[in-house]
Every structure is written in structure tokens, then in C-alpha cells.
């Protein structure tokens, strides 16, 4: 059974900052790897995803991945108060039930203006 | 552009009474679907998924069932309600053949009493 564990559970930064959550996962034939946002009281939304070992940039933020490790990150610069949100990562093994994701936690971001 | 909709917004239910919650997609043909259960302050998880009008398959046993009769319609009910069935439902959807990158709706808050 697939454990995806977060962390920190949760992260107070100031404006401007650099941010960097953590996700481990236990199984070793995982495929697909994603970070999702979910303000208060809304739906997830996927942020960012990678399939492969190394790191993807967009805009702000950067996925990293060792799978070696077992772990993946989500590292974003010059946060903003609107980054405040709950961060969940989330990650899809090779031939399990179509579309099975596993989530983490979440890690409450907290970022003060 | 694809919407995703679910009703009601939020449920407040006795113990012991049917439930019945709805999602649909417009605009995107034929999509995955999938429903979820994220428990105030809990791990977002997983209940059923359906790649197809008619099929539907259980992920996570909750005392829940769900049922898809059109292409664009997921059901997800109950008979008798538990209070550990309070949380937030969430339907979300991927791109047929492709079940990685999920999109979710708005969700459903479901309050048991």
C-alpha cells in the first residue's frame, strides 16, 4: 500500500521568501508526480507535475524529483500572501487502478505579508 | 472550455437518512471520472472511479456507492448515513486514456447530525 507523507505539516514565511515542501513516497514503481493548492474551503488544483528524475521551473515554482530517494519537493520563490493555501502532493503508481491517486496530508503554507 | 459542476454546494443530514450527490462535465467527451472524500482536516481520498457510461469501480469502502448513467454524470449515494460521512466530496475528472493530471469540481460539504 502506497504511504505518501508531507512535510512540514505546516510553514509560516514571510513575503518574499523562499518556500520548500517536502513529499516521500513508499512505493518504488510511481510514475507520476504532482503538487496540488486547495484554499480554504475550495477544490484542489493542480499546481505542477513530473514524471521524470530531475527538476521542472514554471513561473515561481520548481518541482524537483529523486526517485532514488523516494521524494519529491515543491520549492517556490518570492512567495506571495496569495500562495497561502494547503499544499498537497500526490502520486500515481505504473498499473494501479486507472486514475488512483494517493495524497499526502498537506502542508499548511502560511505566508505574511 | 470543460465545466465541472456538482450539487448541492452543502448538505446538512441526520444520521440514518439517503443521500444522494451529483457531478457533471461539460465539455470534454467521454472523461475519466472520479469522486473523493476529504474528512475536515483528513487526507483527501479516493472512493470510485469510472472510465465508462455504466462502470463504475470502488477504490475505498466507506458504505457509499456510486453510479454513472450518463457520460457526463456521477452519482454518488447512500442508503443510510454515518456521522463519519461529514466532509467534503469532491468529483474530478482526467482526460480519457489519461489519468494522471485530475481536475476537481467545486465540492459538496456534507455535514452528518
Known amino acids: 500500500q502506497q504511504k505518501v507523507q508531507q512535510s512540514p505539516e505546516s510553514l509560516i514565511v514571510p513575503e518574499g521568501a523562499m518556500t520548500s515542501l517536502n513529499c516521500t513516497f513508499s512505493?518504488?514503481?510511481?510514475?507520476?508526480f504532482a503538487w496540488y493548492r486547495q484554499h480554504s474551503g475550495k477544490a484542489p488544483k493542480a499546481l505542477m507535475s513530473?514524471?521524470?528524475?530531475g527538476e521542472k521551473e514554471e513561473g515561481r515554482f520548481t518541482i524537483h524529483l529523486n526517485k532514488a530517494s523516494l521524494h519529491f519537493s515543491l520549492h517556490i520563490r518570492d512567495s506571495q500572501p496569495s500562495d497561502s493555501a494547503l499544499y498537497l502532493c500526490?502520486?500515481?503508481?505504473?498499473?494501479?487502478?486507472?486514475?488512483?491517486?494517493?495524497f499526502g496530508a498537506g502542508t499548511q503554507l502560511i505566508v505574511i505579508p | 472550455a470543460q465545466t465541472i459542476h456538482q450539487w448541492p454546494v452543502a448538505e446538512i443530514k441526520a444520521v440514518g437518512s439517503p443521500l444522494s450527490l451529483g457531478c457533471t462535465i461539460k465539455?470534454?467527451?467521454?472523461?475519466?471520472l472520479y469522486w473523493y472524500w476529504q474528512a475536515t482536516g483528513g487526507t483527501l481520498q479516493q472512493l470510485f472511479y469510472?472510465?465508462?457510461?455504466?462502470?463504475v469501480e470502488s477504490v475505498v469502502q466507506l458504505n457509499l456507492s456510486a453510479s454513472r448513467p450518463k457520460d457526463d454524470q456521477f452519482i454518488l449515494s447512500t442508503e443510510k448515513l454515518l456521522l463519519s460521512h461529514s466532509g467534503f466530496y469532491l468529483c474530478?475528472?482526467?482526460?480519457?486514456?489519461?489519468?494522471?493530471?485530475?481536475?476537481f469540481g467545486p465540492g459538496t460539504r456534507l455535514t452528518v447530525l
Open positions: 474530478a475528472w482526467s482526460l480519457p486514456g489519461s489519468s494522471y493530471e485530475q481536475y
Open positions: 512505493d518504488s514503481a510511481s510514475q507520476y
Open positions: 513530473i514524471f521524470s528524475n
Open positions: 500526490a502520486v500515481s503508481i505504473r498499473g494501479s487502478a486507472l486514475g488512483r491517486l494517493h
Open positions: 465539455g470534454k467527451s467521454s472523461p475519466n
Open positions: 469510472s472510465i465508462t457510461v455504466g462502470q
